[in-house]
Structures are given as structure tokens and as C-alpha cells.
């Protein structure tokens, strides 16, 4: 929960610092798009390529970036082994029959004995799951003996291992992206810019003071709230709560214990910040003033040319493709 950097704003002074928030916010939704247009994995690679430039130019702390992605692992990896396992098209690379026998079901249960003390001591966690779920391939495929539950055959196919890379890919491009725009926006800019972006909605009867203010206290909050959760359990830890072990009835009780100090924390901070709110003369539906006015540069009007060349490039790509 440390690493969480969603809704984080770091000071800076770098090229993306001095823009104005309607153009990071427009450019990234771009960007997203032109991403999702791309469809081979050497564009996307010059893609990631382009951002990581991005981010070297804009001063923006890659190992933070890099650090935050660490909770997303899990779901990398879930997206990675679903298009291996689930995709049957192109050139057929692998096809063993894995063996569910007593032998092989119990060095699983010992290798999972085995990879959780590892993991409880050491650093490397993504390192140690991986190294469990190539455990469990070897266990199945090299254990044939003892008495034999069933069989089934593990097929990976070119396009599996291709599709996977390709969405891999596309995730940590996107996750940089908006990475970078919470990483180098003020959440007051970030909610000015989304109001003056959903100013004309008003006519369908959006209030997008509202919705831009709504947006921006959950961006605010999230590493607030994740912050709040993690002390709390490092204090019932300290007091012999283990969420990780025990038995499911204790791991609910646990999980309870942490809910119950957690909306009572959020619902303290959500009236500590009405007041705050309301000691600043804030009425909802009401004209405000700021002292900050938000104002185009030319820094803004160079990196729009480059995200209107980027898509329209991407554009071009599709439609060659």
C-alpha cells in the first residue's frame, strides 16, 4: 500500500509542471486512444519507448512510476498466463500432457508450503511467484507417478505468447500515462481544469462543478484512505494479527476488525474536510473566484501539436495496417 502513487501529486519543476491541466488532460486521453489504435507489438514498443522519453524530459521520477506499478502485478500476470492459456490461434510452440497423480499433488502442497515462507522472509515477491507457477508446471509435467487423478494436455500457442506481450504492453503504457498527470497536477488544477473541460455539458444539465469536485476529493483520497489501511494493520500486526495466515472464519474477523476503523476514519476526514470547505465560504451551485486563473502557454500549444501528430499517426498506421 506504500507505493501506491494514484491520485499522488509530487512537486517539480520539470516540462510537464509548467503546463496548463486542460491540456494534460486532453493529451492523455489522446494518448490513450492512439495507444488502442496501435496493433503490433514493435509500435507499441516505439510507443513505450516515446513515454519513457516523456518522462525523462518532464523530470518525472521514473522509480516512483515504476514502484507504483508493483501492486498491479498481480494483474499483469493474470492478464499475461489468460492470453497463453485461453488463446488457441497461430503456430502451436508448446503441448505437454500434465499428470494430476498423488505425487504430484503433494510436491504442490509442499512447494506452496514452501514459496509462502519464502515469501513472508523475503524481498523478492514477484520473483518467488513466478518461480511458483513455473514450480507447479514442473510438478505436473515431470511427476507422472503414483495414482493418476486425471490428465490434460498444456498447449501454448504463437499468437497466446503474442496477444499477451501486446497487452502487457498496452497496460503500462496506459498505467504511465495516467500516472504522470496525477503525478504532476495539483488535485485543485486537476479539478479547475475538469470543471472549465465540462463547463459546456451544462447544457444537458451537468453541473461540472459538481462532478469535477467529486472526481478530485477521490483522487485526493485514495492514498489517504490506502495510507490509513496500511497503519492500521501494521498496529494490529504489532498486537498479533496476521492477515495472511490462519483459518477463513479468523481471516473474516480480521478483515472486519480493519473495516470498522476504516469507515470511522473516512467518515471523520469527509467531516473535517466539509468544515474546511465551509470555513472557505464554499456553497455548492455557487460562483467562485480563484486566484490562479488557468492560462494556455506556448509550452501547451507544443506538446497539443505533438499529441494531434501522434494520433493522427497512429491513424495513419490502422489504416495502412
Same mark, same amino acid.
Not at 230 to 254: C, N, P, T, Y
Not at 297 to 319: R, Y
Given at each position: 500500500?506504500?507505493?501506491?502513487?494514484?491520485?499522488?501529486?509530487i @512537486?517539480?519543476?520539470?516540462?510537464?509542471?509548467?503546463?496548463?491541466?486542460?491540456?494534460?488532460?486532453?493529451?492523455?486521453?489522446?494518448?490513450?486512444?492512439?495507444?488502442?489504435? /496501435?496493433?503490433?507489438?514493435?509500435? /507499441?514498443?516505439?510507443? *513505450?519507448?516515446?513515454?519513457?522519453?516523456?518522462?525523462?524530459?518532464?523530470?518525472?521520477?521514473?522509480?516512483?512510476?515504476?514502484r507504483?506499478?508493483?501492486?498491479?502485478?498481480?494483474?499483469?500476470? +493474470?492478464?499475461?498466463? +489468460?492470453?497463453? +492459456?485461453?488463446?488457441?490461434?497461430?503456430?502451436?510452440?508448446?503441448?505437454?500432457?500434465?499428470?494430476?497423480?498423488?505425487?504430484?499433488?503433494?510436491?504442490?502442497?509442499?512447494?506452496?508450503?514452501?514459496?509462502?515462507?519464502?515469501?513472508?522472509?523475503?524481498?523478492?515477491?514477484?520473483?518467488?511467484?513466478?518461480?511458483?507457477i513455473?514450480?507447479?508446471? %514442473?510438478? *505436473?509435467?515431470?511427476?507422472?507417478?503414483?495414482?493418476?487423478f486425471?490428465?490434460?494436455?498444456?498447449?501454448?500457442?504463437?499468437?497466446?505468447?503474442?496477444?499477451?506481450?501486446?497487452?502487457?504492453?498496452?497496460? %503500462?503504457?496506459?498505467?504511465?500515462?495516467?500516472?504522470?498527470?496525477?503525478?504532476?497536477t495539483?488535485?485543485?488544477?486537476?479539478?479547475?481544469?475538469?470543471?472549465?473541460?465540462?463547463? @459546456?455539458?451544462?447544457?444537458?444539465?451537468?453541473?461540472?462543478?459538481?462532478?469535477?469536485?467529486?472526481?478530485s476529493?477521490?483522487?485526493?483520497?485514495?492514498?489517504?484512505?490506502?495510507?490509513?489501511?496500511f497503519?492500521?494493520?501494521?498496529?494490529?500486526?504489532?498486537?498479533?494479527?496476521?492477515?495472511?495466515?490462519?483459518?477463513?472464519?479468523?481471516?473474516?474477523?480480521?478483515?472486519?476488525?480493519?473495516?470498522? @476503523?476504516?469507515?470511522?476514519?473516512?467518515?471523520?476526514?469527509?467531516?473535517?474536510?466539509?468544515?474546511?470547505?465551509?470555513?472557505?465560504?464554499?456553497?455548492?451551485?455557487? @460562483?467562485?473566484?480563484?486566484?490562479?486563473?488557468?492560462?494556455?502557454?506556448?509550452?501547451?500549444?507544443?506538446?497539443?501539436?505533438?499529441? /494531434?501528430?501522434?494520433?493522427? /499517426?497512429?491513424? %495513419?498506421?490502422?489504416?495502412?495496417?
Amino acid at each position: 500500500m506504500k507505493n501506491i502513487v494514484i491520485g499522488q501529486y509530487i @512537486p517539480g519543476k520539470g516540462l510537464f509542471y509548467r503546463m496548463d491541466p486542460r491540456t494534460k488532460i486532453i493529451s492523455v486521453i489522446t494518448l490513450m486512444i492512439a495507444i488502442f489504435l /496501435l496493433g503490433s507489438i514493435p509500435q /507499441l514498443l516505439v510507443a *513505450f519507448s516515446v513515454c519513457a522519453v516523456m518522462m525523462w524530459v518532464g523530470n518525472i521520477p521514473v522509480k516512483r512510476v515504476i514502484r507504483g506499478m508493483k501492486p498491479l502485478i498481480i494483474l499483469l500476470l +493474470f492478464t499475461f498466463f +489468460f492470453q497463453i +492459456f485461453f488463446n488457441k490461434e497461430g503456430k502451436l510452440l508448446l503441448d505437454e500432457v500434465m499428470h494430476v497423480t498423488v505425487v504430484s499433488v503433494l510436491g504442490i502442497v509442499l512447494w506452496t508450503i514452501i514459496w509462502r515462507l519464502l515469501a513472508r522472509i523475503g524481498k523478492f515477491k514477484t520473483v518467488l511467484l513466478l518461480a511458483y507457477i513455473m514450480g507447479i508446471f %514442473v510438478l *505436473f509435467r515431470f511427476l507422472p507417478f503414483g495414482y493418476s487423478f486425471t490428465t490434460f494436455r498444456f498447449a501454448i500457442y504463437e499468437k497466446g505468447i503474442e496477444m499477451s506481450i501486446f497487452v502487457i504492453i498496452r497496460l %503500462v503504457i496506459i498505467i504511465s500515462l495516467s500516472t504522470v498527470l496525477t503525478l504532476t497536477t495539483k488535485p485543485t488544477d486537476l479539478t479547475q481544469g475538469l470543471e472549465s473541460l465540462m463547463r @459546456p455539458l451544462k447544457i444537458i444539465g451537468i453541473r461540472s462543478e459538481d462532478f469535477a469536485l467529486i472526481i478530485s476529493i477521490s483522487l485526493r483520497y485514495i492514498p489517504t484512505i490506502l495510507d490509513e489501511a496500511f497503519k492500521i494493520m501494521a498496529a494490529q500486526a504489532s498486537r498479533g494479527a496476521d492477515f495472511a495466515e490462519g483459518k477463513l472464519k479468523d481471516k473474516v474477523k480480521q478483515v472486519i476488525s480493519l473495516l470498522v @476503523p476504516m469507515f470511522i476514519i473516512a467518515f471523520k476526514r469527509s467531516e473535517d474536510l466539509a468544515d474546511a470547505m465551509e470555513s472557505r465560504n464554499f456553497v455548492p451551485g455557487k @460562483p467562485r473566484t480563484r486566484i490562479h486563473e488557468l492560462r494556455f502557454g506556448w509550452t501547451d500549444i507544443g506538446v497539443g501539436v505533438f499529441t /494531434l501528430a501522434a494520433l493522427a /499517426l497512429t491513424i %495513419v498506421l490502422k489504416v495502412i495496417g
